[in-house]
């Protein structure tokens, strides 16, 4: 069982950057697909971003696309998402995922099997 710990979050104005980290424990990644969504109040948890487990491809949703960008270094465990000219609309908790199969590269939420506890992110207009 894969432990996934996200950092990063905080309140930023519109405009500005944050960078998410996700370190994963208790077995490597390195083999697994990785990916992030988010959940705003009141609304359904949403897909945001996802990259193949050596780094070469990468999916993202259109609302975020030209402004996020999703990276790993397996060497670290570790996935990032870089989030730069941020909205208000996208104030959320942010969670990073592990997929189920290795070598594999998914945007379903039902593909993911281990879960973060979430890092907060606001945006102030």
């Known amino acids: 069982q894969v432990q996934l710990v996200e950092s990063g979050g905080g309140l930023v104005q519109a405009g500005g950057s944050l960078r998410l980290s996700c370190t994963a424990s208790g077995r490597p990644v390195s083999t697994y697909g990785m990916g992030w969504f988010r959940q705003a109040p009141g609304k359904e948890r949403e897909f945001i971003a996802a990259?193949?487990?050596?780094?070469?491809?990468?999916y993202y949703t259109d609302s975020v696309k030209g402004r996020f960008t999703i990276s790993r270094d397996n060497a670290k465990n570790t996935v990032y998402l870089q989030m730069n000219s941020l909205k208000p609309e996208d104030t959320a908790v942010y969670y990073c995922a592990a997929d189920q199969v290795p070598y594999r590269l998914s945007v379903e939420a039902v593909d993911f099997g281990s879960w973060g506890q979430g890092t907060q992110v606001t945006v102030s207009s």
């Open positions: 990259i193949n487990w050596r780094g070469s491809s990468t």
